[in-house]
């Protein structure tokens, strides 16, 4: 990086940063290998709220990606975190699997479908229509409407998959009530990230292969950010944004000798 502020934190989107699905990309395992060397803190950054970090985590280690459970982030822990903060000791009614209600039961939330403080919809392969039909319910009742991310789709082996954001879109187009989306392209998922690192965003590097979550979320937030070509922005369509990122590289792979370098003595 020429700007002469220290790398002293790293925040890295997951998908199309260090694996394809399943797949790790070159240079992801030397990477995060070399920021625990280091010593610098690093998180690893998902909107999936479908799994816990300790799924995650094990998933990360079957593609030879060893990153330890308290480094990875999710969409369902900055949503739980948000809530935390917002009105604890709530109560919600939770569309989403288990790292969505784990995370909620972790800061306290009662999971309810009696008159809950909030609709929380998160990602899940089962959307079922009985529960999507009961949250419409209730946020015409009044429950405050909450998403952990706008992603509208996913990928898979098989092909695309409708994500939390076509969904919540039902919703919404159901009860004229739009949600308020915690996960990126929110900055408040980097805030959050940057809190419990106890972390500077002068002094914090994002690195993510979206233009239009990871790039625009860590700008918003005040960080430093690095656009991979690995992912989903195509190298061509990088000029078509009215924002740039800090650095453009082809690979995580790029990026190992940045993270090579020693943090800063306390």
Not at 20 to 34: D, L, N, Q
Not at 48 to 67: E, H, K, M, Q, W
Not at 196 to 204: F, I, N, P, V
Request: glycine share 8%; with cysteine; hydrophobic share 40%.
């Amino acid at each position: 990086m020429s700007d002469p502020r220290p790398v002293e934190t790293w925040l890295t989107d997951m998908d199309g940063v260090l694996v394809h699905e399943e797949e790790p990309i070159p240079g992801a395992a030397e990477f995060v290998e070399a920021l625990k060397a280091s010593g610098k803190r690093f998180l690893v950054l998902t909107n999936n709220s479908i799994f816990t970090p300790r799924d995650l985590r094990a998933r990360l280690l079957g593609s030879g990606i060893d990153v330890p459970e308290d480094c990875i982030w999710t969409s369902a822990l900055a949503t739980a975190d948000f809530l935390h903060a917002q009105r604890p000791q709530g109560t919600a009614y939770v569309v989403g699997e288990a790292g969505l209600t784990t995370a909620m039961h972790e800061v306290g939330y009662v999971m309810t479908d009696r008159q809950p403080d909030y609709v929380v919809l998160g990602e899940t392969r089962t959307y079922s229509f009985e529960a999507i039909t009961r949250a419409i319910r209730l946020i015409e009742a009044g429950a405050r409407f909450i998403a952990t991310n706008p992603d509208p789709s996913g990928p898979s082996t098989q092909g695309t998959l409708p994500a939390t954001g076509s969904v919540a879109a039902l919703i919404s187009t159901a009860t004229g009530r739009q949600p308020y989306y915690v996960g990126k392209p929110n900055p408040l998922m980097m805030r959050s990230a940057l809190n419990r690192l106890e972390a500077h965003s002068e002094t914090t590097v994002m690195v993510g292969d979206r233009m239009d979550t990871d790039i625009v979320s860590g700008l918003e937030a005040g960080l430093r950010t690095i656009l991979v070509q690995t992912g989903s922005t195509r190298p061509e369509h990088v000029e078509r944004f009215p924002y740039r990122a800090t650095r453009v590289v082809d690979s995580i792979a790029d990026l190992v000798d940045l993270a090579r370098e020693a943090a800063p003595e306390a």
